[in-house]
């Protein structure tokens, strides 16, 4: 079995080896860095454990859940008002349409009256006096 990547025990610098067949486990290699002998077959160190990739921080649910809870409430809020001023506006209108129609049934009563140039009892009495001025 041949042995393509090993490290130092030493200081753990990773060699390669340049043969593609790579290093036979019998042979003793020395590191270029820390110029350690060693065979290598004899990698008694310790294998790293690959540590896992943290998620990147997100927000946290209660946050999250908090402002959720916020924009729907304001959005209620705003449905809300804008239904009351369509309400307000609507009970506004019928209260307009109900003082033109009694205006308009006056008009008419007042315009008949003065087609037929009488009293007919409604308000004060016309006087049949003079216009005061004196001959």
């Known amino acids: 079995m041949s042995i393509i990547r090993v490290a130092c025990p030493g ?3 990773g060699l390669r080896s340049p043969n593609p067949a790579g290093f036979n486990p019998a042979v003793v290699l020395t590191c270029p860095k820390c110029e350690t002998k060693f065979a290598a077959g ?3 160190r310790p294998k790293k454990k690959k ?4 998620k990147p921080a997100g927000m946290p ?3 999250y859940w908090a402002i959720r809870g916020v924009v729907l409430l304001l959005l209620l809020g705003g449905l809300a ?3 009351k001023l369509y309400l307000d506006n609507k009970a506004e209108a019928e209260r307009i ?3 033109n129609k009694k205006i308009d ?3 008419a009563k007042t315009e008949e009256q003065n087609k037929r140039g009488g009293y007919d009892g409604d308000g ?3 006087s049949k006096k003079g216009t005061g001025k004196s001959k």
Do not use: L, R, S
């Not at 540590?51 to 943290?54: A, I, Q, T």
């Open 11 to 13: 200081c753990g610098a």
């Open 42 to 44: 004899d990698d008694d």
């Open 51 to 54: 540590k896992k990739k943290k």
């Open 61 to 63: 649910p209660a946050v």
């Open 81 to 83: 008002f804008a239904v």
């Open 97 to 99: 349409n109900e003082v």
């Open 105 to 107: 049934a006056d008009n």
């Open 124 to 126: 004060p009495k016309p």
